[in-house]
């Protein structure tokens, strides 16, 4: 029985600091998204750039 009512709580208390947290992420969660997209567009130019500069040397070299 202790364990079922503890389990309750906490759900109680879960549901809680989600409803908080949704409160304060929904105005960032576009800003959020914003970021990643960025970042992983950045890290791809990046990779794209390096493989430009690397696979023509060792395709001459060959």
Do not use: E, Y
């Not at 109680?12 to 908080?20: H, P, V």
């Not at 970021?35 to 890290?43: A, F, G, K, Q, W």
């Amino acid at each position: 029985m202790k364990l079922k009512s503890s389990l309750g709580l906490n759900l109680i208390l879960f549901q809680r600091i989600k409803n908080k947290a949704k409160i304060i992420w929904i105005p960032n969660a576009n800003l959020m998204k914003k970021v990643i997209v960025n970042s992983i567009s950045t890290l791809i130019k990046l990779l794209v750039k390096f493989f430009n500069f690397n696979f023509p040397d060792k395709n001459k070299k060959l």
